[in-house]
């Protein structure tokens, strides 16, 4: 089966840097996302990970382990607009042929940036 | 932005009564979803779609139906609405490549008394 653990909830203070842990057991790997939704409103993309190491864009960067099924998203600079909560979601399974594009989804980390 | 659009936005209505969620895209993407969001349960796939009529079952699809007659509509129905159907519902649509992220709309809040 697949299952992904994120922690519920994450504090920090404006203008610090914040890490939010994804860990995932899949039967096989196909891509990992981290989403951002604040509240009230549609989740948005952040970021795409298919390969280990560090993807950079911006304030945001994530990184990605598939030998640990270990992903974090790094937040720098910590803003309040940054207050929401953050998804990790990795691609199910595509068997072969097959039309598969669904997402296995994390619970979320709810992210607080106080002043 | 991803051209998604729902209708309607926010709805009220009975117990046991029919309603129809709709999703249109003009982004002319292959796969389009529907999911609910609830407290505790994260975002939960009720069905997707790979193509016109070309639809499956996500992980909480008791109680829904899909249709998919055109490209850029997705079409959610509950027969009889209970209030455990109470939720917020996306839809989301993404392009073939299987990189691609999903794109979401801004959600129908839906209250069922």
């Known amino acids: 089966g697949q299952s992904l653990e994120q922690p519920s909830e994450v504090t920090a203070v404006e203008g610090a840097i914040v890490q939010i842990n994804c860990t995932y057991q899949t039967s096989g790997f196909y891509g990992l996302f981290w989403y951002q939704q604040h509240a009230g409103e549609a989740p948005t993309f952040p970021s795409y990970n298919v390969l280990d190491g560090l993807e950079e864009k911006g304030r945001f960067s994530s990184f990605l382990s598939r030998s640990k099924g270990y992903s974090y998203l790094l937040l720098k600079e910590l803003q309040m607009k940054d207050s929401a909560s953050y998804f990790c979601a990795v691609r199910a399974p595509v068997l072969k042929g097959g039309n598969n594009r669904k997402l296995i989804w994390g619970l979320g980390t709810s992210l607080a940036v106080n002043p | 932005d991803a051209g998604i659009t729902q209708s309607p936005r926010h709805k009220v209505t009975e117990t046991g009564t029919p309603v129809t969620l709709r999703c249109h895209q003009t982004?002319?993407?292959?796969?389009m979803y529907w999911y609910r969001q609830d407290p505790g349960h994260g975002l939960r796939l009720i069905h997707y779609?790979?193509?016109?009529?070309?639809?499956d079952k996500g992980e909480v699809s008791d109680g829904y139906s899909v249709s998919r007659s055109k490209t850029e509509d997705f079409l959610l129905t509950l027969e009889s609405a209970t209030s455990s159907q109470t939720s917020v519902y996306f839809c989301?649509?993404?392009?073939?490549?299987?990189?691609?992220?999903?794109?979401f709309g801004d959600g129908t809040r839906l209250s069922i008394l």
């Open positions: 989301a649509i993404s392009e073939s490549a299987a990189n691609q992220p999903q794109h």
């Open positions: 779609s790979y193509g016109v009529k070309d639809t």
């Open positions: 982004e002319n993407h292959r796969y």
